[in-house]
């Protein structure tokens, strides 16, 4: 409770606990009948993270774990990318600079789980061309994302979290490398138990 003088002027009540549900009441203390009171107020003041554009992206390094939040972060503008559609999802940004060989990248160790999206993008903010995509991967359950692309040498690749909209929150992006320009593609047991036909190429190292 927040007790008001007669003076009038500009008052600052609480601080209160984010997303607190806030009612402000005006009474006239000479006039016990003279009140008014208003709706309630819940004010979220989360604070919009520092990568939540192109320009702000965060450079990450192989073989780490990256804590990040995609709560309030600005819409993405960018639209399919391998069949995955992030158009109008929160999304946060990083930088990865390629070594030559595969890159990994999932949210796996996101816990409790979030259902999350990752995009991988190469070349400049205003000419961004899809790499690869993922949105729920089988290799961890509970909606976890995963890509594995082949990078080039020094080529720098942005990554985008997202989630689709009310979604958002806390997680855990995995980056893994390797020097192996060949990618093994991984089967679970629902593929062993169908006849399908894989291909892919492999790069020689000159």
Request: aromatic residues 8%; hydrophobic residues 35%; contains cysteine.
């Amino acid at each position: 409770n927040f007790k008001m003088t007669n003076t009038a002027g500009m008052y600052t009540i609480g601080c209160y606990p984010n997303n607190t549900p806030v009612v402000v009441e005006v009474r006239d203390l000479d006039l016990f009948a003279c009140s008014a009171s208003s709706n309630v107020i819940t004010l979220d003041c989360t604070i919009p993270p520092a990568n939540s554009s192109c320009a702000d992206a965060e450079l990450i390094s192989c073989n780490s774990f990256v804590n990040g939040s995609n709560a309030k972060a600005s819409p993405s503008t960018f639209g399919n990318c391998s069949g995955v559609n992030i158009s109008g999802h929160p999304v946060v940004w990083y930088r990865i600079v390629g070594n030559g060989g595969l890159i990994t990248l999932n949210t796996c160790a996101t816990f409790p789980f979030r259902n999350t999206e990752i995009t991988v993008l190469k070349g400049s903010c205003g000419a961004l061309r899809c790499v690869g995509a993922n949105d729920d991967t089988r290799s961890c359950p509970g909606g976890p994302s995963e890509v594995v692309f082949l990078s080039d040498p020094g080529v720098e690749y942005f990554v985008f979290v997202s989630t689709p909209p009310g979604l958002e929150g806390d997680f855990v992006l995995r980056v893994s490398c390797n020097n192996s320009r060949t990618l093994v593609p991984k089967l679970d047991a629902a593929d062993k138990k169908t006849n399908i036909l894989l291909t892919w190429s492999v790069e020689a190292e000159v």
